[in-house]
């Protein structure tokens, strides 16, 4: 808990990543979270709260991200913008229009669009990797050059650039993470290591190299806390820093090794060294059968660029300013038994979710595109479901809603529409049934018929999907129109008929 601020506004990008849905739930019950992601809720298991409000949003096309953010200016008086969404890809290190997009313009917008709404801080997630692995002895700082040359890197580099710049407007602070993992792992070349280490695979006892490439972890929970403290400490730490969150002390491929298969196994497995030039041709010759049989493994040639290098740090300046440090039982040296316990209790979970995580970016979600296109022709969906409730022919069916104010009626179809839109962003169609409560309550009040009310939302169910069904852009997602409209409002009709039969009105 934050002790020094209380209900603060904080809009947090990338929420529905791996930190974002940790940083959510973390500061939800004491602030108002408004959480910008590509997943739903229900996909990642974020239970609904009254302090949040999740809105879907991809982060690639800018005018999605400047409405988005339009609507929520208009609505919340922004303090804090956490900027934690980013694009990695861990395959071929080449440029693409996603890391543009996504690490590039989203950054430049966000800072442009942050800077008007005159906020108290922006912190931007960059990471320990825009620096490359330091000569021999030596430590990668705060103030370290940022010198990596790959497409990420240069991503990185380029957003710190552009924060740095905002600083003279408004509070920023650039956060550099190490290689963050959970007790489920969820850090994919861990991930890979230890699915090899742990198995029976011809290769779960190789070792690239001498085995002593290092480089720093930290732990999930451990990073929220740095994040805390700088909220925590907002009055105090100027207008621009850079922090770092890391360990000081890099963890080596040979010991995770080590302390892995002791865990796994109860005994050390014994480790076969390859040279790094055997390593290199093994990784050239499994790649080359992969793109074969296009099934490439998740080592590539530019891993082998890092054999036996090592990457310490000195956070010395975060932690004296922000009184934070890495808890000592979150060190993966002896974190590394919860994740071994959560992978022999519960195998499919543990695999699952580090699977969900490799496959992060591909594709388009489907309920960000469906409530994308809800929101394109929200207008156009309104006045046709208004035009056939006022139609002359209609006026006995719809009696109560013909008598209503054209405003009243207008504000009431969007009323449905927008629960609708929540039940599509949250991936939860419940939201429909407690609206059909709500719904029920009033319109006995007003002696509505049963067969009227059902009637209308009858008729907004049918428009809604047939306009819907229409637009290319949704040809191959009838079955989610189906669940999250027709089977969302078809819920709602059930809930009221229950309740017009059992509650005395």
Same mark, same amino acid.
């Given at each position: ?6 209900? %603060? ?63 929520? %200016? ?52 960059? %990471? ?105 400490? @907002? ?5 621009? @820093? ?95 038994? &919860? ?79 927008? &629960? ?55 040809? %191959? ?29």
């Amino acid at each position: 808990m934050v002790a020094n601020i209380t209900k %603060s506004t904080i809009l947090i990008t990338g929420a529905s990543g791996f930190i974002g849905r940790h940083l959510v739930r973390q500061l939800c019950p004491d602030h108002k979270i408004i959480a910008l992601g590509r997943r739903t809720q229900k996909d990642i298991g974020i239970e609904a709260h009254p302090n949040l409000d999740w809105i879907l949003v991809d982060l690639m096309d800018e005018v999605q991200l400047r409405n988005a953010f339009q609507k929520i %200016s208009n609505i919340y008086d922004l303090d804090f913008i956490f900027h934690l969404a980013a694009y990695y890809d861990f395959g071929d290190q080449l440029p693409s229009e996603q890391y543009d997009k996504t690490n590039i313009q989203a950054t430049k917008t966000l800072l442009e669009l942050a800077r008007r709404a005159k906020i108290k801080r922006f912190i931007f997630t960059s %990471s320990l990797v825009a620096s490359n692995f330091p000569p021999p002895g030596g430590m990668v700082d705060e103030n370290s050059e940022l010198d990596a040359t790959f497409p990420y890197a240069i991503t990185k580099q380029i957003g710190e650039r552009f924060v740095r710049e905002a600083s003279e407007f408004f509070p920023c602070t650039i956060v550099r993470l190490a290689a963050v993992f959970s007790d489920w792992c969820e850090y994919e070349p861990l991930y890979n290591f230890l699915k090899t280490w742990l198995s029976k695979r011809w290769d779960s006892r190789i070792i690239p190299g001498q085995g002593s490439m290092a480089i720093p972890y930290v732990h999930v929970s451990c990073v929220i806390g740095l994040f805390e403290k700088i909220l925590e400490k @907002n009055d105090e730490i100027g207008n621009f @820093n850079i922090f770092l969150a890391s360990s000081d002390q890099p963890i080596t491929l040979m010991d995770l090794f080590l302390k892995s298969t002791r865990c796994y196994n109860g005994i050390e497995s014994t480790p076969i060294y390859f040279s790094p030039a055997l390593a290199k041709f093994g990784v050239l010759v499994r790649d080359t059968w992969g793109r074969i049989i296009r099934k490439r493994p998740f080592e590539k040639m530019w891993m082998m660029n890092y054999l036996d290098k090592q990457f310490p740090t000195d956070c010395s300046y975060t932690r004296n300013t922000l009184d934070w440090h890495p808890k000592s039982r979150h060190q993966l040296s002896r974190r590394i038994l &919860h994740l071994i316990e959560n992978l022999k209790s519960r195998p499919d979970k543990w695999h699952r979710m580090n699977i969900d995580r490799l496959r992060r970016f591909e594709g388009a979600r489907p309920a960000l595109l469906l409530a994308e296109e809800m929101m394109r022709a929200h207008e156009e969906l309104v006045d046709k479901v208004y035009t056939e409730l006022r139609l002359p022919e209609n006026k006995e069916r719809f009696s109560f809603y013909q008598s209503m104010k054209p405003e009243d009626l207008t504000w009431y179809i969007n009323v449905v529409f927008n &629960h609708l839109l929540t039940s599509v962003r949250h991936g939860d169609r419940s939201t429909m049934i407690t609206f059909a409560q709500d719904l029920s309550h009033w319109r006995m009040k007003d002696l509505v018929s049963l067969d009227e009310l059902c009637d209308v939302l009858t008729t907004v169910r049918d428009i809604f999907a047939k306009e819907l069904y229409a637009n290319p852009k949704l040809e %191959s997602m009838q079955l989610l129109i189906d669940d999250y409209i027709t089977l969302a409002i078809q819920l709602a009709i059930d809930e009221i008929k229950d309740l017009y039969e059992n509650i005395p009105h």
